[in-house]
Each structure stands twice: as structure tokens, then as C-alpha cells.
């Protein structure tokens, strides 16, 4: 909630503790600091200038099954056809291994769903660990 809130802004410590205040979610320093690290990634902050959605939801049928969900963060590079879809994890891994094989399936899942929704566009899945401070490109 808190990227949702803060991506139009400078990301600076003062509007982070505003819009938590706001939201009433109690945030630390160190909270302070992981938001402002992902607002400093080269590749999210790309992300960030072109058209992008917080807590996208999708609804869709994959293999006779209905699945709906929601996305952390979408991002829409209409020029190049491309979409790329980032999940926001606070798990306390430290390897891209891990993450990947521990959210492997619901990544999949988000791809697929997104490519029903947009079929003339390609779709990378990006996993962004707040504690490594690391974005992983599956």
C-alpha cells in the first residue's frame, strides 16, 4: 500500500511518514529506508515513469479453473510492447534461488493472466526482496 501511496512522490523520508501517518501504519526508520531503496532502483525507478498500477486486480481463466488475485505493481512500456509486473516481498532471503523457487508458480500465474489480458504484449516478472534490497528478474 505504502508504493501505491508514495510512487508519485520524491520518496523522501518526511512524505513516507506522512502517507504512513495517513494510512496509520506505524513505520520505522529502517521501514523508511527499504521503501526508499526500492524508489532508488535503477530498473523501478524506470518502472516508475512510465504508466504503472498498484494493486492491479485480475480475474481470468487458466486451464478450466477461474483465478483472480491481485498484483503489487504493474508497469506498461506501451512503445516497446512490453508489460512488467514487480511482487513486493519482506521475506528474510538473501538469494535470488529462493525467491524464485519459493514464488516461482504465483509469478507464473500473474504472466499468464496478464497475457490473456494483453495479448499482443510480452510479460517479465520481477520479484523485489526488501530485506536483500534486490530486484530478481525471473
Not at 494510512?23 to 523501478?44: C, E, M, R, Y
Amino acid at each position: 500500500k505504502m508504493v501505491e501511496v508514495c510512487k508519485d512522490s520524491d520518496f523522501s523520508k518526511e512524505a513516507i511518514l506522512q502517507a504512513a501517518n495517513k494510512l496509520g501504519i506505524p513505520f520505522s526508520d529502517n521501514d523508511v529506508t527499504k521503501l526508499q531503496n526500492l524508489a532508488n532502483h535503477p530498473t523501478f525507478k524506470a518502472f516508475l515513469q512510465q504508466e504503472n498500477r498498484c494493486e492491479l486486480p485480475y480475474l481470468v481463466k487458466i486451464d478450466d479453473e477461474v483465478v483472480h488475485g491481485y498484483i503489487d505493481f504493474i508497469a506498461f512500456d506501451h512503445d516497446q510492447k512490453i508489460i512488467d509486473i514487480v511482487d513486493f516481498k519482506t521475506d528474510r532471503m538473501n538469494q535470488k534461488e529462493a525467491f524464485v523457487s519459493a514464488y516461482r508458480q504465483q509469478l507464473n500465474t500473474y504472466c499468464q493472466a496478464i497475457g490473456q489480458l494483453y495479448p499482443d504484449y510480452a510479460i517479465r516478472a520481477h520479484i523485489y526482496g526488501f530485506y536483500p534490497n534486490e530486484l530478481y528478474t525471473l
